[in-house]
Nanobody
Framework: QVQLVESGGGLVQTGGSLRLSCAASGRSFRRYAMGWFRQAPGKEREFVAAISWSGDSTYYPDSVKGRFTISRDNAKNTVYLQMNSLKPEDTAVYYC??????????????????WGQGTQVAVSS
């Protein structure tokens, strides 16, 4: 089992950047595929990024490709989401997720088993 805690959210202007972090506790972090999702008010949860066990393989939907980068530091049990060129439509609660399926990225509709509590990102126009 793994526990996930996100941080790094906040308010930023259009075109700005934020880096989210997700700290994982528990054993064998390096054997968990990690992902980021987001949910805006009144909308369904949306997949944002996924990364493999080793970090050498990533996947993004078209909505964030080229602007967002997922990475991980297995020595620190942490996964990151670097978000650049932010837009108002990126406003949402961002969630970190983990699953022991692997070693490649876990891409929806394949489900994730473990979830963090979320961190709010707001982009002002």
């Amino acid at each position: 089992q793994v526990q996930l805690v996100e941080s790094g959210g906040g308010l930023v202007q259009t075109g700005g950047s934020l880096r989210l972090s997700c700290a994982a506790s528990g054993r064998s972090f390096r054997r968990y595929a990690m992902g980021w999702f987001r949910q805006a008010p009144g909308k369904e949860r949306e997949f944002v990024a996924a990364i493999s066990w080793s970090g050498d393989s990533t996947y993004y939907p078209d909505s964030v490709k080229g602007r967002f980068t997922i990475s991980r530091d297995n020595a620190k049990n942490t996964v990151y989401l670097q978000m650049n060129s932010l837009k108002p439509e990126d406003t949402a609660v961002y969630y970190c997720a983990a699953d022991q399926k692997g070693p490649g990225p876990v891409i929806p509709p394949r489900p994730y088993l473990y979830w963090g509590q979320g961190t709010q990102v707001a982009v002002s126009s």
